[in-house]
């Protein structure tokens, strides 16, 4: 059987759910495969962590150069955070010619020319379908399956720390700072709720999205945005009254004037979304990614945008894709 060995940098909450995912699904993983996943190497400081994962703090680095020189390592799943030192590793590892597999969003925004230049360079090979709702396959999709469409608009519920703060507030009448409180608590939130609630993390995405369908780079800066700190109950009832309710949309779409020249229109904002719309259907801290193609026309896809087991869902996609070419 091909064994495939895998470093993982960071074992904090999606670094640990793939090492989970391809220890619980291990047999099916060989027999479909026929591939051999070897954890080798972890770059990970907290010990405990390591005897909670089950994993043998033996095989702990303090020195990430120690993967990257290893031509033996084939896949580096980078699951940091944070776009540096990130995107560093990852430039690193893709010029060793290894897989690199990512759910930082921040980094692959940040860092996207730096990155692919690095894979095209070194020959190693950059996948980041968990960087843009968890779990839900879109991104594959989108270059993949779909890749014969012109899109013409993407609409994304890609933040579930907002929408499920958002489906409490319209839902059940609660106060914004409650709700934040327990989406920390259930872990949906990034390290600094800022990055969730004014934003930021579904800019970073929103960038992702707009590279893939419409070949358009735009840094996450760039990205006018407003987040949801602003929004009231008031808000929330007004929208109500109108027959919508106020969602976080990361838009972007193709516009074209009157002279015949094509733009694309972008941005993170509070939105009112009529009942009738399915992304109004996207409750707590479900995501969803709803595309037009000039082809296939519209199509949602629907699923959990955060947590340990369904990013690493894509995390693990991601590494059996990249270990099927080795
Ligand atoms: N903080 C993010 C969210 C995590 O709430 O969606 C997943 O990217």
Redesign the pocket.
């Known amino acids: 059987m091909k064994t495939v060995k895998i470093a993982i940098l960071g074992l904090g909450t999606v670094g640990g759910g793939t090492y989970e995912i391809l220890r619980m699904n291990k047999e099916l993983i060989e027999k479909r495969t026929g591939i051999d996943f070897r954890l080798v190497r972890v770059l990970e400081k907290n010990k405990a962590r390591m005897e909670q994962l089950g994993i043998d703090p033996y095989i702990a680095v303090t020195d990430p150069d120690m993967i990257f020189k290893d031509p033996s390592i084939d896949i580096v799943v980078e699951a940091l955070g944070g776009i540096e030192p990130s995107s560093t590793f990852m430039e690193k590892a893709l010029l060793a010619g290894k897989g690199v597999v990512t ?1 930082n ?1 921040a980094a692959v925004a940040a860092s996207f020319a730096r990155l692919k230049e690095a894979e095209a360079k070194g020959g190693g090979r950059l996948r980041f379908e968990a960087c843009v709702g ?1 779990g839900i396959p879109a991104l594959t999709a989108i270059q993949e399956a779909l890749a014969g469409n012109e899109f013409t608009e993407v609409m994304g519920i ?5 929408n499920y703060i958002l489906t409490k507030m319209t839902e059940e009448g609660l106060p914004y700072d409650d709700v934040l409180k327990d ?1 920390q608590a259930k872990g ?3 390290q600094d709720p800022t ?2 609630v004014e934003g930021i ?1 579904a800019a970073n ?1 929103l960038s992702i999205l707009m590279t893939l369908c419409f070949d358009k780079y735009v840094h996450p800066d760039d990205i006018p945005r407003v987040g949801i700190s602003g929004i009231t109950m008031a808000d929330i009832e007004d929208a109500r009254s109108k027959g919508c309710k106020i969602k976080l949309i990361a838009g972007a779409k193709r516009v074209k004037a009157d002279d015949g020249t094509e733009t694309v229109e972008y941005s993170v904002k509070p939105t009112l979304i009529p009942f009738s719309h399915p992304l109004a259907g996207v409750s707590n ?1 479900f ?1 969803a990614i709803y595309v037009t193609g000039n082809a296939v026309n519209e199509l949602m896809f629907y699923g959990k ?2 947590g340990a087991l369904p ?1 690493g869902s894509a995390m693990v996609g991601d590494i059996i894709a990249i270990a099927k070419t080795l």
Request: aromatic share 4%; glycine share 14%.
């Open positions: 759910p969003k968890g890609v933040n579930g720390t907002t989406a949906f939130a990034e990055a969730d993390d995405k801290e995501n945008g955060a990013t």
